[in-house]
T-cell receptor
Framework: GDSVTQMEGPVTLSEEAFLTINCTYTATGYPSLFWYVQYPGEGLQLLLKATKADDKGSNKGFEATYRKETTSFHLEKGSVQVSDSAVYFCALKVRNNAGNMLTFGGGTRLMVKP | NAGVTQTPKFQVLKTGQSMTLQCAQDMNHNSMYWYRQDPGMGLRLIYYSASEGTTDKGEVPNGYNVSRLNKREFSLRLESAAPSQTSVYFC????????????FGPGTRLTVT
């Protein structure tokens, strides 16, 4: 079945460091791909998305490119801030009879130190 | 707009007790979802409701029941709680056709002893 695999955390970085969180997927057909972020004590929020191969999603300085050839959607940011400390979830959209469901990866915790 | 609200925020149950988690959204969304979040396992779908009057099982439905009370409200019931149901529960909602953007509530942290 469809699945998402993320690098395990926690990832600990100093402020202004470069961030990469790896995400690979297995899916039939051509899924849409997403990154969600969960700040401490809150629910998930959509961070960015890409709906077809070679699309680049971007938001708040984060970027991810939909790579069909490597089935990947890695999240990157050039210079992280303490406020980016959160858990990041990669997800893909699958279609079933009743609607479009999301399948989530296990999440990667990012800790940014001043 | 409050978005997606959940009650309660925290709950402790003894094994065998029952409870209902409440969820409401004020965004006029058709679709609603219940997830559980466990360490290292991401979010797993328990049940969803594509529209008012319909509910379907997700990945981990055993031990749970749901009710789509009306378009706004979608409740999750544990009839006989077990320690394996200790988790954080999230409700979410979305428009049909754009369910990639699901809007999440703040979660309910449930402990079953």
């Amino acid at each position: 079945g469809d699945s998402v695999t993320q690098m395990e955390g926690p990832v600990t970085l100093s402020e202004e460091a470069f961030l990469t969180i790896n995400c690979t997927y297995t899916a039939t057909g051509y899924p849409s791909l997403f990154w969600y972020v969960q700040y401490p004590g809150e629910g998930l929020q959509l961070l960015l998305k890409a709906t077809k191969a070679d699309d680049k999603g971007s938001n708040k300085g984060f970027e991810a490119t939909y790579r069909k050839e490597t089935t990947s959607f890695h999240l990157e940011k050039g210079s992280v801030q303490v406020s980016d400390s959160a858990v990041y979830f990669c997800a893909l959209k699958v279609r079933n009879n009743a609607g479009n469901m999301l399948t989530f990866g296990g999440g990667t915790r990012l800790m940014v130190k001043p | 707009n409050a978005g997606v609200t959940q009650t309660p925020k925290f709950q402790v149950l003894k094994t065998g007790q029952s409870m209902t988690l409440q969820c409401a959204q004020d965004m006029n969304h058709n679709s609603m979802y219940w997830y559980r979040q466990d360490p290292g396992m991401g979010l797993r779908l328990i049940y969803y409701s594509a529209s008012e009057g319909t509910t379907d099982k997700g990945e981990v439905p055993n031990g749970y029941n749901v009710s789509r009370l009306n378009k706004r409200e979608f409740s999750l019931r544990l009839e006989s709680a077990a320690p394996s149901q200790t988790s954080v529960y999230f409700c979410a909602s979305s428009y049909p056709g754009t369910s990639y953007e699901q809007y999440f509530g703040p979660g309910t942290r449930l402990t079953v002893t």
